[in-house]
């Protein structure tokens, strides 16, 4: 941490920088509070602004060290009551990331100044953790209980403007803030600590309202009752026994494992000196669902898109729901009508693929099939530069097939979009066996820089995730046969923390899909039978919501509604296979499904298709509703114990259709070495 101190006649601006988001590490706020002290003592200072300089304020405490000891938080305290407790006026001139601790240090002071772009929030909550500097007691009493808790249980960020209609900043400016800081410092205003303001008047009503739901949103709004029931400090106190619960919990260290294996997923060992070139202007090849979503999140990350449909049609109806989605943010209030317009103006809709010729980087996101992906690409090469980028959104397909369309495979990579793109995170950033290191650093930083989470993989039937969800739907079809229904399916991994159950997953996706890579897998692994009951609810016509029923009914084309129908056709596939229906229990449903992950993510980390264990964490995490309370398959299956999961996966290979439960090998070595897939992960960081 360093820190500068300058002085303006009778106010000192105090600057600290720890590059590249300003964390505040314990030894680094004892260098603020002493230069601080210094000030606070110093006759010719009037008035002080604290800064993290032009461009950050502060993310917050660097919660890796408090791991084992929460105590060492106490520094970060101590700093932020000193600064309370100055009898000079202070002033934080917020520039901007301002999140977390940064912010609690911010609230510390007696001013607050932010910049239109600040990006201001506790979000803690995020990390499982609740805000241990001060935030649970001051933010309350300065915006009130109501607004206070939205702000804390959500994690939301507000910009610099929103932040002013709430309460928590004094002024927001246009630029540098510490400018119009140092201008309201030199007026030496009264001295105003948060921490000294009544308790809000709405707390009552706003814990009467409140509904938390994880452990940390509980304690977050127990702490924010402590301020009708106990004073100031004794409500830090309470704060801080909450805070150090919350730190050892398992909640809390899943989703710090989720947020930090983000981080790690980003960075591709191997690379050496490959830098990433520059991405201005993309086309999508493709108008249907999926080419329509990445344009529009590409549109929405603020890129240059050109998208290429052949038939008028679909373009038309293409572009109108790129306007129509785009319109609707800004009925939302998400945007404003000046944003709106440049990003439908930074659309080119063209029939051809010749419009694609100025692309930097080209997506190809057409129907899954080899002729038209050969088709796609001998045109894409035909008319792009010879710098870039030929890309593929193929789900299953072998890229390297694809790849060898091209003369030029070093520049082809896999960018695998979840659908709906413009919402999910997840990025599967595809290595094909001759894509290029700058070709892979390129569309690793793209990823990045559209705000997806991406994640490097190799080329293999379905990748990662789809890879790891077909043993998962595989395992839940045959619970269908043995004795589950639909609802129960579901409600089992939804009350444990998936997202959506499986059953509802496909209806909302299109059972069709599944039936067509069912089809196909029929022919090229005859030896991997699957369960026929999605078959037989698809040769009814059911394919799910967009035909208004699938396993389940659809009334109003989004609500699920249980159908005895369904719930016959599969008793009666049952009696037709000879089984005897049994009672199953929740814990065996959990257990078949997420062990089916775990034991093919092991496959994968051992056939190097995914790098890391955390990778496949962040794409079960990102891409497929996995709770992030649970840290995502690879970890959850350290903290159980690999010798116990394996013994139950050699259980269930004992038992119906135990050939699906071949321990990975990989799995096997580490339950008998005692190591974990983390120890492995450890070796490539």
Known sequence: MQVEVERRDKVALLRFSNPPVNTQSVAGVGVIAAAFAALVTDPAVAAIVVSGGPKIFSAGAQITEFDGDPSKIDANRA????????????????????????????????????????????????????????????LPRLIG???????MLSG?????????????????????????????????????????????????????????????????????????THDFVAGLRVEADLFSELLGSEESRGLRHAFFGRRIAARVPGLGEAKPGKIGQVAVIGGGLMGTGIALALLNAGLKIVLVEPRAEALDRARATIAKAILREVEKGR???????????????????????????LIEAVFEDMEVKRQVFEGMERVARTDAILASNTSTLDLDAIAGFTATPERVVGLHFFSPANVMKLLEVVRGAKTAPETLAT?????????????????????VGNRMFEEYLRQAWYLLEEGALPGQLDGALKRWGMAMGPVAVMDLAGQDIGWSIRKRRAVDQPDRPYSKIPDLVCELGR???????GFYRYPDGRT??????????????????GIERREIGDEEIVERCIYALVNEGAKILGERIAWRAVDIDVVYLDGYGFPGERGGPMYLADRIGLPRVLERIEQFAAGPQGWAWAPAPLLVELAASGRTFASLDAATL
């Open 335 to 361: 945007i404003g009508a000046d944003v709106a317009d440049a990003r439908l103006a930074a659309l080119t809709a063209a029939s051809e693929i010749d419009a694609a010729a100025g692309a930097d980087l």
């Open 560 to 577: 699920a509604e249980p159908d005895p129908e369904i719930d016959a056709l599969i008793l009666a596939e049952s009696a037709r296979l």
């Open 443 to 463: 569309a690793m930083a793209f990823g990045k820089a559209i705000g997806k989470s991406p994640v490097a993989v190799g080329v293999c039937d379905g990748f």
């Open 79 to 138: 700093m932020i009551e000193a600064i309370e407790a100055s009898p000079k006026p202070v002033v934080a001139a917020i520039n901007g990331v301002c999140m977390g601790g940064g912010l609690e240090l911010a609230l510390a002071c007696h001013y607050r100044v932010s910049a239109g772009n600040a990006r201001i929030g506790l979000t803690e909550v995020t990390l499982g953790v609740l805000p241990g500097g001060g935030g649970t007691q001051r």
């Open 156 to 228: 939301r960020v507000l910009d610099g403007a929103q932040a002013k209609a709430a309460g928590v900043v004094d002024d927001v400016v246009t630029g540098d803030a510490e400018a119009a800081a140092l201008a309201l410092a030199e007026l030496v205003p009264a001295v105003r600590r948060t921490g000294e303001m009544p308790a809000p008047g709405d707390l009552a009503e706003a814990l009467a309202a409140a509904r938390p739901r994880s452990l940390a949103q509980r304690r977050i709004v127990e702490c924010v009752a402590a301020i009708g």
């Open 543 to 549: 394919f799910g919501q967009k035909t208004g029923a």
């Open 145 to 151: 209980a109501k607004a206070g808790l939205e702000l």
